[in-house]
């Protein structure tokens, strides 16, 4: 999928994180077919770069754990913009809110918070690609997570559970680090804290540094927001947020986006597409990453994306693929079965 809102910003901080862990930096960025020059001081690449980054990365000696080591020793100031004002947060729900809601300024990931009566979760989606997220990149993400959090509030925070969107291999680090169970199959890559962690109080609260940060913040989201060319990219971002057993409705994502029904359905049309275009589009790639990368079966998926019977999904996935998501998944399988066993 090409689209205005596919770059991610990447400083050389990385370089320099992987650098101090005394990876082969060369090597890595050879493998990827990306230049030092991309980074130093700073760039923006795709998604499809930045997993070949990390792929990268996962093909490195020792990389098992390598997320985790990257994680585990930012300092503060290689925390990107989103980390940055959730430090300075009161408590860890307001440091979560900062976290979803700045997210999207440094990559087009989706992050969603999502709110139970004993547990409370982050779900991570990479709604622009639909190829498998590099593993060291997924354990990079929960544990630099925590380790905010745990910084933020000072004390030794564990998960109720995470959650992976892909299949169990041996010897996963990431469960043992967070001290926490981890479970296979998941739709979505989620992290899920016990509600009662969210009143913890932040000993780094800074609000000066807040009413710094914030109105930039605040002011680049509303530039990115109004610009007509990346209007229908922030639809697709908020119906890969919305979705989930459901099929959204455009009432609730035109409320989402900020935007009256009405005003979304000319802006779109604006732009040469339909609700219903997106929508699909959406669809389909999230049913290619799930078919791909877990063993859920197609009515499970069929049912994750909002699909009234799993008949309906067939059907749609036959137009979108020109096969059943039984022979795209038997198609994708030796693949997946030759990554494992390296693994």
Request: aromatic share 6%; net charge neutral.
């Amino acid at each position: 999928m090409s689209s205005p809102l596919d770059a991610i910003a990447v400083s050389g901080l990385l370089i320099e994180r992987l650098r101090e862990l005394r990876v082969d930096v060369d090597g890595i960025l050879a493998r990827a077919g990306l230049p030092v020059s991309r980074f130093v001081p700073s760039g923006k690449v795709t998604t499809r770069e930045f997993f070949d980054l990390w792929r990268a990365v996962d093909a490195e000696p020792g990389a098992r754990d390598l997320g985790i080591r990257l994680a585990e020793g930012r300092r503060a100031s290689q925390f990107d913009v989103a980390s940055a004002a959730a430090l300075r947060s009161a408590d860890l729900a307001e440091a979560i809110r900062r976290f979803v809601r700045y997210k999207r300024l440094s990559c087009p990931e989706v992050v969603r918070l999502e709110l139970g009566e004993c547990e409370a979760s982050l779900r991570f989606h990479w709604v622009l690609s639909d190829a498998d997220v590099p593993r060291t990149l997924v354990d990079a993400s929960f544990a630099s997570f925590m380790a905010l959090a745990r910084r933020g509030t000072g004390m030794d925070l564990r998960p109720a559970r995470i959650e992976l969107a892909r299949r169990a291999t041996r010897d996963e680090p990431l469960g043992a680090h967070l001290g926490c169970p981890l479970t296979f199959d998941a739709p979505f890559d989620r992290l899920v804290l016990p509600a009662a962690m969210l009143d913890l109080p932040f000993v780094t609260h800074d609000p000066a540094a807040l009413d710094a940060l914030v109105p930039g913040l605040d002011a680049a989201l509303e530039r990115r927001r109004a610009a007509p060319a990346t209007f229908d990219d922030e639809v697709r971002l908020a119906i890969a947020r919305a979705m989930c057993g459901e099929r959204p409705c455009v009432e609730r994502i035109a409320r989402d986006v900020g935007v009256s029904t009405r005003t979304l359905q000319r802006r779109l049309e604006e732009a040469g597409v339909t609700y219903q275009g997106l929508l699909d589009e959406v669809r389909r790639v999230t049913a290619r990453r799930l078919l791909a990368n877990t063993d859920l079966e197609a009515a499970d998926v069929a049912f994750l994306l909002g699909f009234d019977e799993p008949n309906s999904f067939v059907r749609a996935f036959r137009v979108w693929e020109g096969r059943t998501p039984t022979g795209f998944r038997g198609e994708r399988r030796p693949a997946t079965r030759e990554r494992r066993a390296t693994a």
